[in-house]
Structures are given as C-alpha cells and as structure tokens.
C-alpha cells in the first residue's frame, strides 16, 4: 500500500487551503503523517487516489448509515437535480422530510431546517434564551456541539484532538453565559443552579460521541431531566450524531427522555448539509415567522438535501438495521477486546449501538477526564497500522467510530485481522 498520490495532493492542497483541509478533524494532526484523500465510495468501502481500498468506519463522521451510494438515495437525488437545486421558496419536500423527523420524536411537533449541526445548534441556544428570557448555558465538558463562539469551551472532538482549551478569536463575552458541568455527574449541574438564577437549560449530547463514546450512566438523562424541570429550565438535546442513528428516535427514544429542543444534523441529510433543531409547539412559535425570534437560511431546506433526507430515513426506516448494529458492534468490541488481552495493551471499549470507539487506557471512561487519560501516542500506531491493513477510522483517540448497514462478514473479518495486527504493533511501543 502507498500513499504517493495522497501525498502529491497533500503538499498542492497547502497552498491555496488551510493545512489542505476544509475541516482540522480530516488532519492528522494527533496520528502524524498526512490526510489522505478519497477518490470514491460505495456501499461499506472508500477508496483513495492511490486505489487504496478500506472498510470506511468514518461515513463521513456520522451520516452514511446505509452505506455510501445506496441506490435509493442516489435515484432519489438525481430526480429532484432534473427540478432545479434552490428556489429560495417552499417545496412539498419540506414538508415531508418535516414530518418523518417530527413522527420520530415525539418531543417534536414542529422543525425547522438549516444547513448544519452548528447551525441546528445555534439555533437551538438562541430559542432556549428566547423561551426561557434567561442567558446562561450550561455544557457539559468533552461535549462537542458545533464551532460557534459560545460553546468552544472545554469542547471534544477536533480540540480535544488538538489539545486547545478553546478557540483564539472567541471574545470574552462570547462565553461569560457559559457554564461547564462534568458528564455524568449531576451534582455538577445542581452547583451551577446553586450559584446562578439565570440558567436557560442544559445543552447534552445524550450520549457522548466527541470525547470517544461516553455513555450516560445509570438514569443520568432521566434525572437530569427531571432536575431541569424543577428549575423551569430546558434540556436541549444535541441528537446531530445519536439522531436516527442509535434508535430511529435517537437516544431519546432509547433512553424514554423528552428534551425541550432536539437539534439534528448529519444522518437527516443523508451526506447533504441538513441540519434542523425543533420543539414542541409552544417552544416553536417563539421562532419567526411566527414569533420575536429570528433564524433564517438561504439555502435552508434546499430541494437536494432535503431528497437525500427523505430517501435516507425512507430506507432507514425500511431496513431498520438497530439489531444488525448492536450485533455488528459486539462483535468488533469482542474482536478488540480479545486481541487487547492477547497482546497484553490496556483497553477500554465504549459502545453505543452503531457507535464505538476503543480509549488505549485500562480506565472505566464514563466523563472527558477520563477519556484523556488514554494513551494518543498508542492510538496512533494502532490507526496507521489498521489504515494499511484496510480500515479507515477517525484520525483521532477521542472520536468515534460509525456503523452502516452496508456492513459485510467480509469487512468483519478484515477488521478482525487488522485489529490484531494493529494491537501487536501497538504492544511493542
Ligand atoms: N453537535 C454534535 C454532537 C456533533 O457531533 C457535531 C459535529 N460532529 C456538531 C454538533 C456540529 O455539526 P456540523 O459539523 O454539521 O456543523
């Protein structure tokens, strides 16, 4: 296997791009070497410009659940291309792609769409401060929920990664209504109330899947729930990773919580910028047309992605491939497991139906702390050996790792020889 092609890119890309990447999670920033870059998919398997072929666990970060190309989503996008790509006015498949999510979760009576998580996101704070008349926020540590100002404090994903506390160019002010709790521990949030009476809500991933997978524990959602409700303020779920991808009603439904505001991205899109935050009815109004709040998107409910939405969670729905997930997951969480104990590497595995990733620490991993007590450098060995061995993961200890249902027993088995050979590699540093 080489990289010859990837590398030539790589050094053109530096150019006239910021470390030839559009987003510094697709650097190797904290695995060393370069990124490298993708000529095509289909189904379970990504190929890069040298021909190399691997089983994709990244499916762009979440929203290829069925594999990449299914051949419903591509018929869907290629009729909807024949009608034109924006109109800057309503289609009937809003409506529709509207309904499938609000059906999904009955937290939800109405949606609105934008373009990304961060924008699901943004939205969602700005309407729990519209609703609640109250300015403060609170996140939970190792959470990530979009690079806006406000919430780049104690963030996961590509700042864990990176190792920043935080973003340069953030001001001050941007975070004074930023408040950090500890995952899984609720008496960090009560604190919070103890000292502050202007809390508008809780912002949660329900299950963590930017710090590595953390699970909430015990009745952690439910009770975090129930407190919010105590104090009048909201929980907004963040469900752009855990929405239709862990249940067909995200961790909400798998979890028996209604948040206040859900915010959706990735899998609702099915690969297209969508991304969407709704509410129950007297939530939404608050948001213009219909009330003082104001949010709005040119490209917002765009005719491509809103086709490839539908036809996605169509297919999704149809296939419903939660058992195959907690199946498959089982087995590639055995598959590490059983080659950590015969190499001798501590070892963590979290996993979450179609989310899993493994954290190189002999630690329980229930918060960021103790997610950041692994051990990067035997991470990274172990990704560039499972990238030879024909694996593409996230470049990155504390990002997980996805599912599709396009899943074969051969990618498995290729998982499973290429585990092993990463973990000797990994028991000789
Ligand atoms: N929230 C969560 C939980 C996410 O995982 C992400 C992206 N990984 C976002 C928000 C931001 O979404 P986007 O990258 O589409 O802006």
């Known amino acids: 296997m080489n990289f010859k092609k990837s590398q030539k890119l790589y050094t053109k890309g530096l150019k006239n791009l910021v470390g030839a990447v559009n987003s510094p999670v697709r650097a190797f920033a904290s695995v060393g070497g370069n990124p490298l870059f993708i000529k095509r998919a ?14 994709d666990l990244v499916l762009s970060y979440g929203p290829m659940i069925l594999g990449h190309r299914h051949k419903k989503v591509q018929r869907a996008i290629n009729k909807a291309l024949k009608n034109g790509y924006s109109f800057g006015a309503s289609t009937q498949n809003e409506i529709k792609l509207a309904k499938i999510v609000c059906d999904a979760f009955p937290s939800m009576d ?10 699901a996101v943004l939205s969602g704070i700005r309407l729990a401060r519209a609703f609640t008349g109250k300015d403060k926020i609170i996140k939970f540590s190792g959470c990530y929920h979009g690079h806006q100002d ?32 500890t995952y899984n521990d609720l008496d960090s949030v009560k604190r919070h109330f103890e000292e502050h009476d202007d809390i508008a809500g809780v912002i949660i991933e329900p299950v963590g899947g930017n710090m590595g997978v953390v699970i909430p524990q015990n009745n952690f959602l439910k009770e975090l729930k129930v407190f919010l409700e105590s104090k009048d303020a909201l929980l907004i779920a963040d469900e752009v990773m855990t929405g239709f991808r862990s249940k067909f009603g995200g961790a909400q439904e798998l ?54 939405g539908i036809s996605t969670l169509t297919e999704l729905k149809r296939q419903d491939p939660y058992q195959q997930f ?24 979290n996993r979450f139906g ?7 620490t002999n630690v329980k991993v229930t918060n960021f702390e103790e997610a950041q007590s692994s051990d990067t ?38 998982i499973e020889k290429a585990v092993n050979k990463a973990m000797e590699k990994v028991a000789e540093i």
Not at 354 to 360: H, K, Q, R
Not at 391 to 403: K, M, Y
């Open 42 to 55: 289909k189904g379970s398997t990504i190929i890069d410009v040298d021909n190399n072929r691997y089983v």
């Open 110 to 119: 109405k949606v609105r769409f934008v373009n990304s998580g961060t924008e």
């Open 150 to 181: 406000a919430l780049l404090v104690a963030a996961g994903s590509g700042l864990a990664t990176l190792s920043l506390p935080g973003s340069k160019g953030v001001p001050e002010g941007a975070v004074k209504n930023t408040l950090i709790a």
């Open 255 to 308: 979890f028996d919580v209604e948040a206040d505001i859900t915010c959706l991205g990735k899998v609702i899109g099915g690969g297209f910028p969508v991304g969407a935050y709704g509410a129950r009815n007297e939530i939404m109004e608050m948001v213009a047309p219909l009330g003082g709040m104001y949010q709005a998107g040119t490209l917002s409910g765009n005719p491509i992605a809103m086709a490839g």
């Open 326 to 349: 907690e199946e498959v997951g089982k087995q590639i969480e055995t598959i590490l497991l059983a080659a950590a104990e015969k190499y001798n590497v501590d070892l963590t595995v």
């Open 354 to 360: 179609s989310m899993l990733n493994p954290f190189f």
């Open 377 to 414: 450098e035997k991470f990274g060995v172990f990704f560039w050996e499972m990238i030879k061995n024909g694996v593409f993961l996230p470049p990155s200890q504390f990002e997980a790792w996805f599912l599709s249902s396009a899943i074969t027993e051969e990618d498995l088995a290729k």
